[in-house]
């Protein structure tokens, strides 16, 4: 009897230089967007990937919430040895918050039926930190976040786990399976995919799931099913950055005066 | 009247039959045991992968012949050598041919025809000849003893620095033993073969159609006269002649049949391989077939016969240890260890008509005859190696393929794994936007044109280094404005332009290579022009050579040769001659991988520089260290780097005022090294660009001064 471990994957957005912000003022323009899989997910799919290498019968199949271009990102991690890859998306998904993808990855859990479920515990570019816990959630299954070490056995009913928290300091907890973690950078050394490797695992599917496949309606996913929405995007105005010119000797005594300045204000 | 057909040697003289018999029997033999072991070496390099020799294999024997009969090869860096192993090449040569042509008569001519030619005048002379064939051989070989015995050159000891001295195969005295005795048993099959000739005289010399003319054995007789001399009879020189006789040709016998199982086998080897060199080895490297499965080397079996005739072909002359800029600076890689490693592991492996289980032929590790991971990332793929090699080893294509598997495994430094997905995220190594690329040229009063919007005469291929590093981007900034003064039709590619990957395709991520090539390809033939010129070497490089196995066959010059065009043809004219004392490091992408050694140093000349090369130049040139990657991975800490090594070179020329490069990498390289060498203030690193600038003095208008770019 496989093991499946299910890993839920986000191709995130980076910015290009110079970016603008999108004439709605909801977000920045696409024009400069950047697209590549979340750095923690490298992290959590290398998990998967070392229990399955131990040996014994493990299953990695990814999983991910978005258009098509998130292909990329999965054949990344078909490279970098996942069995299965699959992408769910419908357009009336675009403008989901963290709840809503939690509410689509919950569904596709159920239709999967993993024995472990990994996650990464933020994104690095919508930062909510909150989508693999809210699948916890929802599933009502046991859960952790920001682990950074994993001890477990493959058919084993409890894991041990180990927690980042503040202050450098560390926490060990047993944990009941099958769970839901969400996995922190540093847990292990994430291999390297050669373009090569990349190429070949185009040649692998990429499942494609839409409403219909998880029993979902419209008004469980987009801003329909979130619990929030977005108001605007913006640059804020630069700060208090003056460049201090002039000679050696002039540009020392502006700076004097500048603290002088600050100086006589606090008093 | 003596009739000139008794002039002769007369063969196997007052023999029973029955020794001759025995004689032929061992003979025989001895053919025998040297074709089987032909066999069992040709066995083994069926092993190895397919390859097709390109080009016709008459016009490469007649060039293998003209390099082995000059010696071309051999004198290079090591004239004495060179020249001793030409009297030890030509002194058996001529003895060997001299015995087949007595066979000939003997064994074949008298009996079918009664033919007989080896008597009289030619005889005399065919023993003249051969008496002085002996004498270069037996020169040559007492040479070479004292060179190895006296002279002692370091890397004749064959000391390893990719072993510890725990490590089972760090012991290099099998290859010295086997050194020794070679030198020795052919120096004693050629002095007995004196003695032979001598004893022979004193035997016969009662006769005069051997006595009167001993003097054409002028060795020979010399031993007779001295023989004779010391009271040496007639009878008594009979006796040790036919015990001689057996002794000498049992040993000469063992010697040809040992060949294959012994260096001896350089001669076939060796040959053969300079037969089948690829003058492009390490310039264009292979692709992988798009049917491959697995990527790179990863058994003895992956490579390719001819790279197993490599292995066998080395003579461990040491020519490529000492090239090395690694091994000179203490890092765990020798080219020849890595051959004799291999060597030893096929050896091992491919001996037999069975094969060992696939897991036994990994060629990777610390085990005897592998390669470790150290020693293949310490290359810095300079070539200096492949360059040098009398006998045209090559070794990098067998590091980079190699290196592939590593890359595939994920086994490399953590920074150059970044560094690959950072050129595959953004096309460079810089982790820059691609929009960023030419940003450099905001500072020109004059905008570059765009090569895609319009056609222009010569496409710009600028680089990752020229781009964005921003010591480079002044020199991208100045040679922009030598091209505008002189009315050159120039543009850029701009964020179409992405890093060449020639270090990538070096790394062994050939994948992230195919990308990068393809895409610069793609943009290539999108945009019209005639040329392309390029600042960067590497760009030279792999443009220029192994483009056209990716569709892109494009005409490219570095910019050395146009801008000596531009001076010579006056459109850019040197106004203020520079006069400084000046040394000129050959870029190891555009001196030995292209050739290109001789415009930069007109250059210099037409602006008025007086050059004084270092000992280590053009085709020796000595390797920055930032080639094959390195520049992507950290050096180790406390030792001497490469660059350091290079400076101090330059540093013992008398007065020296400008360090010259012409290379964005080389630039960054000596920079830094002219200053943790101490030799800051003493002399300065200039890319010629600069030093061009400063003698076609003009003003050059800049919008922003050049420091401050974003």
Known sequence: ?267 | MIDSLSITRTLFEDFRPLAVTIFYAIGYGAIGVFLWGTWIQIRKYRYGTTYDVAGSLISRFKQMSATMLTHRTLVRRDHAAGGAHALIFFGFALLFLGTSTITVEYDILKPLTGMRFWYGNFYLWFSLVLDVAGLMLGGGLVFMMWRRGWLKPPKLNYARPDRSPTDPDYDRSGYRIEDWAFLWSLLIIAVTGFVLEGMRLVWLQSRPEVWDYRWWSPIGSAVAMAMRGVGLGAETAGTIRSGLWWFHGLIALAFIALIPFTKVKHIFTASASLMLRDPLAAQRLPRVPDTQESVGFSYITDLNWKQLLHLDACTKCGRCHEACPANATGAPLSPRDVILSLREFANKTLASGTLPDQVELDIHGKSPGQVSMETLWSCRTCMACVEICPVAVEHIPIIVQMRRKLVEAGDMDPLLTKTLQTIAKTGNSFGESKRKRGSWTKALATPIKDARKEPVDYLWFVGDYASFDPRNQKVSQTFAGLLQEANVDFGLLYDSEQNAGNDVRRVGEEGLYDLLATANIEAMKNAQFKTIVTTDPHSFNTIRNEYGDFGGTFEIEHYTTLLRDLLTSGRLKVTKPLGYRVTFHDPCHLGRFNKGYDAPRDILKMIGCELIDMKRCRDNSFCCGAGGGRIWMPDPVGVEKPAQNRIREAAWIEGLEVYVVSCPKDLTMFEDAVKTTGNEGRFVVRELIELVREAVASPVVLEAPVEELA
């Open chain 1, 1 to 267: 009897m496989a093991t499946k471990i299910l890993v839920a994957v986000k191709q995130v957005i980076a910015l290009d230089e110079d970016f603008e912000i999108r004439a709605d003022g909801k977000d920045v323009d696409a024009d400069f967007f950047l697209r590549d899989l979340n750095e923690w997910d490298d992290f959590s799919l290398e998990e998967a990937v070392k229990i399955k290498e131990a040996g014994g019968e493990v299953e990695v199949v990814v999983v991910t919430v978005g258009p098509e271009e998130a292909d990329e990102s999965l054949r990344k991690c078909l490279a970098k040895g996942a069995d299965r890859a699959v992408r769910i998306w419908d357009e009336t998904m675009e403008g989901s918050d963290s709840q809503a993808i939690a509410r689509v990855l919950a569904a596709a859990i159920k239709h999967e039926k993993p024995d472990l479920v990994f996650a990464g515990v933020q994104s690095s570019d919508h930062s909510f930190a909150s989508t693999g816990i809210a699948v916890a959630g929802l599933l009502g299954w046991p859960h952790a976040a920001v682990v950074n070490q994993f001890d477990f056995s493959l058919g084993a009913t409890q894991a041990v786990i180990r927690r980042e928290l503040e202050g450098g300091v560390l926490q060990m907890m047993n944990i009941d399976l099958p769970a839901v973690l969400s996995i922190q950078l540093g847990i292990n050394t994430p291999r390297y995919a050669s373009l090569r490797t990349i190429k070949q695992a185009a040649a692998k599917p990429i499942e494609s799931w839409g409403l219909s496949e998880l029993s979902l309606s419209a008004s469980d996913v987009g801003e329909a099913g979130s619990a929030s929405r977005v108001r605007r995007m913006y640059i804020p105005e630069k700060g208090r950055a003056q460049m201090i010119e002039g000679s050696l000797a002039e540009q020392a005594a502006k700076l004097a005066a500048i603290i002088k300045e600050f100086k006589g204000a606090s008093v």
